[in-house]
């Protein structure tokens, strides 16, 4: 009988990005191109760094930056398609972007949507 020796190796740190399932399941996102949600993901995952570092406005609110070469760089892609996704983001209601004007980065206020869910009875 041969015997098998088995190497163990520590297991290797990694970081992963949250992908809410209502941006599939809503049908209010449902139709959100794949940047969009990919975007909103990342940037709810900067909101975690923005809360730790008590970015909050006087409102309590939180907000993070994300300068549109970080995100053309995230997406792969120019930074028209950038700003579209941003927008498209803004439109859907999943962002409020601010504009602080004098060559300040815009604030990016992420928000969350609450879905409802009905219990079906089959």
Known sequence: MTGFIYIYEKERAQS??????FL???PTFMKCSN??????????RRTELSRKNGWADEYGRIYLYYPIEEVT????CG????VDTLRELQIKGLV???KQGCGKPNR????FYE???ELRIV
């Open 16 to 21: 992963f990005t949250k992908l809410p399932n």
């Open 24 to 26: 599939f399941e809503a």
């Open 35 to 44: 940047e969009a949600k990919l975007l909103y993901a990342f940037i709810l």
């Open 73 to 76: 760089k995230l997406l792969n």
């Open 79 to 82: 930074r028209q398609k950038a």
């Open 96 to 98: 409020e972007i601010k």
């Open 108 to 111: 990016i206020y992420p928000l």
């Open 115 to 117: 879905c409802s869910t």
